[in-house]
């Protein structure tokens, strides 16, 4: 019987994605089913404890699988603001998003990962993308649109795992597509010569509302595919994603499970609870 609430705040959170449904490796301390303005999560959070290295301090982590527990959510079907909202609500300031995506460069080769540092939209701004509307009138920075504190963690934790067979590119510019159908091969080159590294269909309205909650995101990639644009490669299919991430599944737990570990770490609190991030967002409520 497992408790259905959790004294205490939470700052760190992970969003699981495609193959990364469960973090079955940590323990389970509560499932929280939380209720928003924006509605019911994708998913309940399980609040799993992982022991500080430092301290030996039971620290707390909330994951969320963005798809839901049984996959049924397409991209365009989750909800991502209940789901910011969601973490926000119990105190994580900090999340490792997780997530598929195409490879659009040859030397990002499928199971590779990468922690991307730019994105280009390529939604259809069909997805509620902004909690800020209504008399709500406030703009935040997303120049940079993760956080790079927390991007320089999760690529030191990346790059340990070298010799077990993770590879890790450091840098790239995601594209993100609204899907659910893939891209067709003119978009694809397209992309190419945007300087598009990857694409995917989730990482995007995500990173903007953790933006907007002042939440410090990073999202990590695993390539799974080389969409279509590659001649010598067969083109993308659902099959080929699910292969892919089931073979590197292990390889994508032991990552996440590095970077939870060094944010578990008594040094990073202030990261953690975002105080880096205090007074982003520039409010102002409409007089009219
Ligand atoms: N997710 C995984 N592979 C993808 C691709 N080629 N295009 C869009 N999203 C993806």
Known sequence: NIPTSYSGPVHIGVIGGTGLEHLPDFNKAAVLNVDTPYGTPSSPITILEHPSPSTGKPIPIAFLARHGPHHALAPHEVPSRANIAALRHIGVRCIIAFSAAGSLA????????????????????????????????????????????????????????????????????????????????????????????????????????????????????MSTDYDCWHDTNEDVSVEMVMGHMRANAVNARRFIAAVLDELSKEEHIDLVEAKHLAGQRKFGVSTY
């Open 106 to 221: 040859e030397e990002v080769k499928p199971r590779d990962f990468v922690v991307p540092d730019q994105v280009i939209d390529r939604t259809k701004g069909v997805r509620p993308w902004t909690f800020f509307e209504d008399g709500v009138v406030c703009h935040v920075p997303f120049a940079d649109p993760f956080d790079g504190k927390v991007g320089e963690v999760v690529r030191k934790c990346g790059h340990s795992l070298e010799g077990e067979g993770v590879v890790l590119h450091d840098k790239g510019t995601v594209i993100v597509m609204e899907g659910p159908q893939f891209s067709t091969r003119a978009e694809s080159n397209l992309y190419r010569t945007w300087g598009g590294t990857v694409i995917n269909m989730s990482t995007l309205p995500e990173a903007k509302l953790a933006a907007e909650a002042e939440i410090a995101y990073q999202v990590i990639l």
